[in-house]
């Protein structure tokens, strides 16, 4: 991928992930959390998003958090590429979002004040790379939200989730000033911490 744009490694990525017929289950993702979820004190609010087609399974990542008693908040796109954010239990009402096929839960918005203590971010990417490069599907609505978060002083760790296969050496992935690198990424093989 060395010398190719970004626009051509994120669709290379794009076609991986639409070509899987199978990849790592729900309880995978969920089990290779385990020592992210042992690190977070007890009633800890913690963001993880509603994953849908072939992204990694966070069904079951969702349920660990509630049953250990955390707040979780998933991310609802807003217009004008923001992002706000919903308590999500498991069974509550989901309805359409931005997004067609995307559905969002049903309940109150939060902007930035309300989540100013979250604990720890479990972000959806393409692809996540050993030095922290995170690459998006492209809208920049994460990358917005990190700058603006870490601007108001929010210091929770941010972690990228991906499929093992889109986890990629340092230097792997490229990246411009908007990119927000993460510190972490969850996979189904495990969770690595990465160097910045």
């Known amino acids: 991928m060395t010398g190719d744009t970004k626009e051509q490694v994120r669709s290379n990525f794009r076609q991986k992930r639409r070509a899987l017929r199978a990849w790592g ?69 989901l309805v359409p979002g931005l997004f067609p096929g995307i559905p969002e839960p049903a309940g109150p918005r939060w902007d930035l004040p309300e989540i100013m203590e979250l604990n720890l971010l479990l972000i959806p990417a393409l692809a996540a790379s050993s030095d922290g490069t995170r690459m998006g599907k492209g809208g920049g609505y994460y990358d917005r939200f990190l700058t603006r978060y870490r601007a108001a002083g929010g210091t929770a760790p941010v972690v990228a989730v991906v499929h093992d296969h889109e986890f990629v050496p340092a230097g792997g992935l490229p990246a411009d000033a908007l990119d927000v690198p993460v510190d972490g990424v969850l996979r189904p093989a495990g969770y690595t911490g990465v160097r910045q």
């Open 25 to 93: 289950s729900a309880q995978q993702l969920s089990s290779a959390a385990a020592p992210l979820l042992r690190a977070l004190e007890p009633g800890s609010m913690v963001s993880c998003y509603l994953s849908t087609g072939t992204e990694p399974d966070t069904s079951a990542l969702l349920a660990a958090l509630v049953d250990a008693g955390h707040t979780v908040v998933v991310p609802v796109c807003e217009p004008g590429y923001r992002l706000s954010w919903c308590p999500w239990i498991p069974g509550g009402s």
